[in-house]
DNA sequence: GTCTATATCCCGATAGAC
DNA sequence: GTCTATCGGGATATAGAC
């Protein structure tokens, strides 16, 4: 028989293969056209599988929308594994922008998704937000305060400077069409995405410098 | 006849009214469940008027998007004034600041429609983009650069320092949902609503103090 | 200008053969 | 697991009386 007990790893790894692509369509289209305004038809076609069979997948719409999301928070949730106590202020926060800005210009369609969701009052997501976002993001303002104490950055506000840095690094993302309507440029243009990084670590860094230091940042 | 050729100005006026009852239940609607997301049901029911009397006013759901887009486009539009060249650029700044602000608690829906827009790829706005906010935003552009030249502010591209300022002062209605679910507060706090107005502004005027200027903002 | 009734279409989901 | 066929619901828009 061809159905053995021990490991169909290999039907296993196309099935988990084939969610992913399914995965991938769903993220492209949600973030264009939102999740009403996408049709499953449209998803399997890009997935190009049958809307019978995405269905046999995920089942139903919301459920899609669900598995998209999950997957988009985790990868979101990364960056800020760069602000560590122990580090250098200055040295964590260039990572951490440097980090979210490639973020921005690699995983455009999820950066824009979950700021559809969370728009939308995240019908969905706010169980997380609360239960994994907020302890995170208090973990990470303890790290702030830790270097305000010791005199290493200049005195604010840590999650002011949190929500700060969210905004200034996924506007490159979330608003691309206007910056293209702008300037004719985004972050794919190295010369752009290195004049934005730049920018961005500038605006931080001058705010940060602690009372005593000189004010060039590099 | 009831009907003359003069001023039927009391039926235009309640017309006009109407209009703007409509316009303001589809903004609050589309901003919070997306254009798709809508029924012109749910439209009319909240503008206390009949479906079939809604399609009356506006013939059909893209042009009631398209009107409520112009409106918030016009609204995002004025803060903009405060950038004038012979101002004190501290000041100018500031009152931007305080401008774009008070409009980000004030009409929140209006921001997240007009986000939600441009991340669709501004289907409807993509050539208003071009032809009245790029000119708008040149002439501004021209007034920082011109602060720069005459050494009253530190060097800095004027196209990005005007998308931070975007950013982090749009972020309080974006993503106003966030915030609540990591701080339990929104611009309607006024304590939170002066809190964020002065740290964006310092975040700001710290990077943009010229060279030989002292470190305190005020 | 405002209403009721209805035409028309499309989408999500199911049933069931293979 | 994958397919075809189809049901059932719901939304936009129109027709036409008042």
Redesign the pocket.
């Known amino acids: 028989m061809t159905e053995a007990a021990e490991a169909p790893t290999r039907?296993?790894r196309?099935?988990q293969r084939?969610r992913a692509v399914i995965l991938a369509a769903a993220l492209d289209l949600f973030s264009r056209y939102g999740v009403?305004g996408?049709?499953?038809?449209?998803v399997a076609q890009q997935a190009d599988?049958?809307?019978?069979?995405l269905?046999?997948?995920f089942?139903?719409?919301?459920?899609?929308y669900a598995a998209v999301l999950a997957d988009v928070l985790e990868g979101w949730l990364v960056p800020l594994d760069e602000l560590r106590p122990e580090a250098d202020p200055a040295t964590a926060i260039r990572a951490y922008i440097a980090t979210k800005m490639a973020f921005s210009r690699d995983n455009p369609a999820a950066s824009r998704l979950f700021c559809l969701e969370v728009m939308q009052g995240a019908p969905v997501l706010t169980g997380r937000l609360r239960s994994v976002l907020r302890p995170t993001v208090e973990a990470k303002a303890a790290v702030i305060r830790h270097w305000i104490e010791a005199g290493l950055i200049a005195p604010i506000d840590p999650h002011q400077l949190i929500f700060s840095l969210w905004a200034t690094t996924q506007h490159f993302a979330d608003f691309a069409t206007q910056i293209r309507a702008l300037r004719d440029r985004d972050l794919r243009d190295p010369a752009f995405y290195e004049e934005s990084v730049a920018h961005v670590t500038e605006l931080f860094l001058q705010r940060l410098r602690p009372a005593g230091a000189s004010r060039s940042s590099r």
Do not use: C, D, Q
């Not at 996408?38 to 449209?42: D, F, K, M, R, S």
């Not at 599988?49 to 069979?53: D, E, M």
């Not at 089942?59 to 899609?64: F, R």
């Open positions: 039907r296993e196309m099935a084939k009403e996408t049709t499953l038809e449209a599988v049958s809307k019978s069979n269905i046999y997948y089942p139903g719409k919301e459920a899609l």
